[in-house]
């Protein structure tokens, strides 16, 4: 079993700023990629950020210079800072991870955290 947990949604101003978290748990042997994917409503669920290792990022072009993701190897942890948030971020943030478990390759999602970006 393998869980994916996220943390730092909530309620911001525009122009603040969020730190998102999700943590990977359970029966890792390797993690190849994690990354940050959002729904808003009535949207399709779309990329935001992905992260291979610290220098192999990609970005949605609407975060790009204002988000930045990064991971921790030894926590099995990636994070998204959000800076200069604007009311079209609002949405749910889910964030998965491309591992092996020891038996196959997977994907797998965490449950989503609430961002709410108000003007």
């Known amino acids: 079993q393998v869980q994916l947990v996220e943390s730092g949604g909530g309620l911001v101003q525009s122009g603040g700023s969020l730190r998102l978290s999700c943590a990977a748990s359970?029966?890792?042997?390797?993690?190849?990629?994690m990354g940050w994917y959002r729904q808003a409503p009535g949207k399709e669920r779309e990329l935001v950020a992905r992260?291979?290792?610290?220098?192999?990022?990609n970005y949605a072009d609407s975060v790009k210079g204002r988000f930045t993701i990064s991971r921790d190897n030894a926590k099995n942890t990636v994070y998204l800072q959000m800076n200069s948030l604007k009311v079209e971020d609002t949405a749910v943030y889910y964030c998965?991870?491309?591992?092996?478990?020891?038996?196959?390759?997977?994907?797998?999602w965490g449950q989503g955290t609430q961002v709410t970006v108000s003007s």
């Open positions: 359970g029966s890792i042997f390797s993690i190849d990629a």
């Open positions: 992260i291979i290792s610290g220098s192999n990022t």
């Open positions: 998965n991870a491309d591992l092996h478990n020891g038996y196959y390759h997977a994907r797998y």
